[in-house]
Nanobody, 114 residues
Framework: QVDLVESGGGLVQAGGSLTLACTAS????????MAWYRQTPGKQRELVAG???????EYTDAVKGRFTISRDNGKKTMYLQMNSLKPEDTAVYYC????????WGQGTQVTVSS
C-alpha cells in the first residue's frame, strides 16, 4: 500500500501562483508513472501533467507554459508549480502514482477567483 498526501491548495486571484505537493509513503525513485489530475463537478478527472519514467514530462495543452511538474526523490515528493492561474483552473487536484498498483491522493482544492 502506498499513501499519498497532498498539500498546497487554496484560494488565489487570477494571475497568481500556487505550488502543490504530493508526498508518498514509499520511495519514488523507481516509480514508473506519476501525475497530477484535476476534476470539477460533473466532469471526468483529467490529466494535467505527468512524468513518464524519471525524466519525460507531459502536459495537457491548457496548462503548457504555465504549470511545471517536478520531483524531489529524496523527499519522496512530486510538485506542481502553477503560475498565471486562471478561473478555469479551479478544481480539485489529485496526485496519482502507478507502480505495482495504482494510488491516488485525497485531493486538494484550488480555487482561482477572477
Amino acid at each position: 500500500q502506498v499513501d499519498l498526501v497532498e498539500s498546497g491548495g487554496g484560494l488565489v486571484q487570477a494571475g497568481g501562483s500556487l505550488t502543490l505537493a504530493c508526498t508518498a509513503s514509499v520511495s519514488i525513485i523507481s516509480m514508473p508513472y506519476m501525475a497530477w489530475y484535476r476534476q470539477t463537478p460533473g466532469k471526468q478527472r483529467e490529466l494535467v501533467a505527468g512524468f513518464i519514467g524519471a525524466i519525460r514530462r507531459e502536459y495537457t495543452d491548457a496548462v503548457k507554459g504555465r504549470f511545471t511538474i517536478s520531483r524531489d526523490n529524496g523527499k519522496k515528493t512530486m510538485y506542481l508549480q502553477m503560475n498565471s492561474l486562471k478561473p478555469e483552473d479551479t478544481a480539485v487536484y489529485y496526485c496519482k502514482m502507478r507502480g505495482r498498483g495504482e494510488y491516488w491522493g485525497q485531493g486538494t482544492q484550488v480555487t482561482v477567483s477572477s
